[in-house]
């Protein structure tokens, strides 16, 4: 089975911009993309997502991969579609909504906690795997589950992760990570998103080389 590849990127970290509001949008999206960051995620339980993922998708260069958050139903899947986003992330796995995303061609990563779930993400097409809290899991369980699955799968890890972690992952070969409240949180201003991001990319070019 052929699956949709990660852009090869040379910081593998998607910002999630949760409650970001479509008039926040250029400053955030302008300070991420300064930065260094090429993989942005809007989650659907911000508001007016769409029109936020819309216009990212319009800011973004070539190379850069925008797209949802939280995407729960095969309509969401639509709307990120005709709105220009092409990256899906999911909490969970449900296999109508994902296999609807790749079917269109979108970079899509589910999140999983168990070998059940990310054997089924991987079976239905998945381009990686979101490990899903990675701060309960943590480097160990994901470890272990790592040891059973395909080895063309992007593994990142999310939740309760941050910059200051990095280097716990890194020994058991994670490099990808989705980043939230340590970037962004509701209502912060360009200039802390542009500190913030700044730090992190810092901090994986310590840990990683990058």
Do not use: H
Not at 10 to 22: D, E, H, M, N
Not at 171 to 189: Q, T, V
Request: charged share 20%; no cysteine.
């Amino acid at each position: 089975m052929s699956r949709i590849p990660f852009p090869d990127m040379k910081f593998p970290l998607v910002a999630i911009l949760r409650g970001l509001t479509p008039t926040e949008t250029p400053a955030a999206i302008e300070a991420l993309l300064n930065a260094g960051f090429r993989a942005i995620e809007i989650p659907l339980n911000s508001p007016e997502p769409f029109r936020s993922i819309e216009i990212a998708a319009k800011m973004a260069p070539a190379d850069a991969l925008i797209g949802a958050g939280t995407v729960l139903t095969e309509e969401d899947v639509d709307r990120l579609e005709d709105a220009g986003g092409r990256l899906f992330v999911s909490p969970n796995v449900d296999a109508p909504v994902l296999s609807r995303a790749v079917s269109k061609g979108m970079v899509t990563l589910p999140g999983v906690f168990t070998p059940t779930e990310a054997l089924a993400a991987a079976k239905i097409g998945a381009t990686g795997l979101k490990f899903f809290p990675a701060g309960v899991l943590g480097a160990v369980g994901i470890n272990a589950i790592k040891a059973v699955l395909p080895k063309d799968l992007l593994l990142a890890a999310v939740g309760g992760v941050s910059d200051e972690n990095f280097g716990e992952y890194a020994k058991i070969g994670i490099k990808a990570f989705g980043l939230g409240s340590s970037i962004y949180k509701e209502g912060m201003d360009a200039a802390d998103i542009a500190r913030r991001a700044n730090t992190t990319i810092d901090a994986y070019r310590r840990v990683f080389g990058a």
